[in-house]
């Protein structure tokens, strides 16, 4: 079993930034996704069991950062220059089957329970 939790979400101002954190159990492909009311659920990042390649959304690139502390069993996501368009409940994934880092979400196995991030205009 994959368990993974989110947490740092919260209400931001434009411009603002926070980090969001997820623990998991192991070594893995992970991915941030996030989906806005009434919108499909979009990749923003993943990154390699290393840390050593990282994908973005291009609506991301730029400001906001993927890393991994495998030591310590974490993920991150730092959120800079937040827009009002950020706004969304933000999942990390993990993909237990492959080493690629892919933008599908229906190729990650394990979610963890979101984590909602509010960035007002």
């Known amino acids: 079993q994959v368990q993974l939790v989110e947490s740092g979400g919260g209400l931001v101002q434009a411009g603002g930034s926070l980090r969001l954190s997820c623990a998991a159990s192991?070594?893995?492909?992970m991915g941030w996704f996030r989906q806005a009311p009434g919108k499909e659920r979009e990749f923003v990042a993943g990154?390699?069991?290393?840390?050593?390649?990282?994908n973005y959304a291009d609506s991301v690139k730029g400001r906001f950062t993927i890393s991994r502390d495998n030591a310590k069993n974490m993920v991150y996501l730092q959120m800079n220059s937040l827009k009002p368009e950020d706004t969304a409940v933000y999942y990390c994934?993990?993909?237990?089957?492959?080493?690629?880092?892919?933008?599908?979400?229906?190729?990650?196995?394990?979610w963890g329970q979101g984590t909602q991030v509010t960035v007002s205009s």
């Open positions: 990154i390699s069991w290393s840390g050593g390649r990282t």
């Open positions: 994934a993990a993909k237990t089957g492959s080493m690629v880092v892919t933008p599908d979400s229906r190729t990650y196995d394990f």
């Open positions: 192991r070594r893995y492909v």
